[in-house]
């Protein structure tokens, strides 16, 4: 699948960033993203620049996520088999602003076709975190015009090592649906 190391590379580049501060290995990552090409129904939908590729988002059916994912849904009664997962997002900062954000919900709901819902999630970090840049603006007016809301009642838990610590540790990610 020759676009995985370009993926890869972007969630590696662009997660660095507040609030994921993800400490990520493009080598784990290439194999964690094997995901994209093995499940039936998956797709990876990319933005270039002539050739290159400068953003990425990739979608799938919840049945083929981790166990981490699905427990919310599971626990809340949500029948998965109805649900359609959103990966990440990831755009290089110079081609943020011009629509390509909105294109990928688009395209990843195009793909969702026959689903009864399609969510996603967050990390939660406090609003007082030490990296928080100044002039950090969150992303939910952005996810609330493409028509999700935040679901308090779906959370899930991921482990990573963040920027600057020596360990990973557990985040808490809060999901946001929308019925199609
Ligand atoms: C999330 C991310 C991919 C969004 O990408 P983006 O391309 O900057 O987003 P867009 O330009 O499509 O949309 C941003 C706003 O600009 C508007 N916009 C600007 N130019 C536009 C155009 N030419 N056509 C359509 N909309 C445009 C959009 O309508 C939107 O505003 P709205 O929410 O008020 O409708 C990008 O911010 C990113 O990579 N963030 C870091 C990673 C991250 O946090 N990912 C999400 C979690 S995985």
Same mark, same amino acid.
């Given at each position: 699948?020759?676009?995985?190391?370009?993926?890869?590379?972007?969630?590696?580049?662009?997660? @660095?960033?507040?609030?994921?501060?993800?400490?990520?290995?493009?080598?784990?990552?290439?194999?964690?993203?094997?995901?994209?090409?093995?499940?039936?129904?998956?797709?990876?939908?990319?933005?270039?620049?002539?050739? @290159?590729?400068?953003?990425?988002?990739?979608?799938?059916?919840?049945?083929?996520?981790?166990?981490?994912?699905?427990?919310?849904?599971?626990?809340?009664?949500?029948?998965?088999?109805?649900?359609?997962?959103?990966?990440?997002?990831?755009?290089?900062?110079?081609?943020?602003?011009?629509?390509?954000?909105?294109?990928?919900?688009?395209?990843?709901?195009?793909?969702?076709?026959?689903?009864?819902?399609?969510?996603?999630?967050?990390?939660?970090?406090?609003?007082?975190?030490?990296? @928080?840049?100044?002039?950090?603006?969150?992303?939910?007016?952005?996810?609330?015009?493409?028509?999700?809301?935040?679901?308090?009642?779906?959370?899930?838990?991921?482990?990573?090592?963040?920027?600057?610590?020596?360990?990973?540790?557990?985040?808490?990610?809060?999901?946001?649906?929308?019925?199609?």
């Amino acid at each position: 699948m020759p676009l995985l190391p370009a993926l890869a590379r972007l969630r590696v580049e662009v997660f @660095r960033d507040f609030p994921y501060l993800y400490d990520g290995d493009i080598a784990y990552e290439q194999k964690y993203l094997r995901i994209y090409a093995d499940t039936p129904g998956a797709a990876i939908i990319v933005a270039r620049d002539g050739g @290159r590729v400068v953003g990425a988002s990739t979608c799938l059916p919840l049945t083929a996520e981790t166990e981490a994912v699905k427990k919310p849904f599971l626990d809340a009664g949500i029948g998965i088999s109805r649900v359609f997962y959103f990966g990440e997002s990831v755009l290089e900062k110079p081609y943020r602003g011009q629509g390509i954000g909105v294109a990928f919900f688009q395209a990843r709901e195009a793909q969702a076709a026959g689903y009864a819902t399609t969510a996603f999630c967050a990390v939660i970090r406090p609003p007082d975190h030490k990296l @928080r840049p100044r002039d950090y603006v969150p992303l939910d007016e952005f996810w609330r015009h493409r028509g999700y809301r935040p679901r308090p009642e779906l959370v899930c838990s991921m482990s990573w090592r963040d920027i600057g610590e020596s360990a990973e540790t557990g985040k808490r990610l809060q999901f946001w649906t929308k019925d199609l």
